[in-house]
């Protein structure tokens, strides 16, 4: 973990191509001045088959910004509180919240999965 002034900076496309190479919708991701207080990076982590509610180390960060998630497997993500349904998730995504996350728990399925996770916050 490390603190101090940071600015977490991220940028790409989301599109859909058709079978001529046009992409339509063609949406810009820009998010380049966010400024945080702390980092903390938990990757890569292997969360072992069949655990419930594994809470993903979050250090002094009391409120998570911008978090990166990459998983190698099918989990159930949960943010802010476990008693929450939680969503399907496999592959790499960044999650954004201006309020912040307080919490992000991750079920797995019935293999080890590999997990990397940055959360930049406050």
Same mark, same amino acid.
């Given at each position: ?26 949406? %810009? ?5 966010? *400024? ?38 099918? *989990? %159930? ?7 929450? %349904? ?15 996350? %307080? ?20």
């Amino acid at each position: 973990m490390a603190s101090g002034s940071k600015t977490v900076k991220f940028q790409g496309s989301f599109a859909v191509y058709d079978a001529g190479g046009v992409a339509s919708p063609n949406k %810009t991701i820009k998010d380049l001045n966010l *400024v945080v207080g702390q980092v903390q990076s938990s990757d890569p982590m292997c969360i072992p088959g069949v655990s419930t509610d594994f809470p993903v180390p979050f250090g002094a960060i009391t409120l998570g910004k911008r978090i990166y998630i990459k998983t190698d497997q099918s *989990v %159930t993500i949960k943010f802010n509180q476990n008693t929450d %349904t939680g969503f399907s998730w496999k592959g790499e995504g960044v999650i954004s919240s201006e309020d912040g996350v %307080t919490a992000v728990f991750i079920t797995t399925g019935a293999n080890d999965t590999n997990v990397e996770i940055v959360v930049a916050g406050d």
